[in-house]
């Protein structure tokens, strides 16, 4: 039935942080037509948490061992807006992306599901 998720994100610097997807983060893409990348994403996985009020959506990477990803990201020039900070269910940071905002990051302490049942 659903075969995968298409995220999207919105920003005034679209060239710069398609840079940043592609030589930073080194994801693949392919050209949908145009020069405009679709970027391959790792595995994914989606969480529903309640709230009080509108609903709202994050998007966070995830790595496994966050301390030496930060290294890494931060060798390439990468800015954190924050600390690492322990939330008992994983450890969490956020960098700044190019054309302003943030995208979280964090390494996870809970079971993940099994990327290669289809």
């Known amino acids: 039935m659903i ?5 999207i994100i919105y920003t005034g610097g679209a060239d710069a942080l398609r840079a940043f997807f592609r030589d930073v ?3 693949d893409s392919v050209d949908a037509g145009g020069g405009w990348p679709i970027f391959a994403l790792p595995p994914a996985e989606l969480a529903v948490h309640p709230t009080e009020g509108a ?5 966070y ?4 061992d966050i ?3 930060v290294k890494e990201l931060e060798r390439k020039g ?3 807006a924050r600390p690492v900070e322990d939330a008992g269910w994983g450890l969490m940071t956020s960098m700044r992306v ?3 905002g ?4 964090y390494e996870p302490r809970h079971p993940s599901p099994d990327h290669t049942r289809g």
Not at 3 to 7: F, L, N, P, R
Not at 55 to 59: T, V
Not at 61 to 64: A, F, G, P, Q, V
Request: charged share 15%; aromatic share 6%; net charge negative.
């Open 3 to 7: 075969s995968g998720v298409h995220a």
């Open 78 to 80: 990468v800015e954190f």
């Open 98 to 100: 190019p054309g302003g």
């Open 25 to 27: 983060l080194e994801f």
């Open 102 to 105: 943030e995208l979280g990051l």
């Open 67 to 69: 301390h030496t990803t």
């Open 61 to 64: 990477l995830m790595c496994d």
């Open 55 to 59: 609903g709202a959506h994050e998007l």
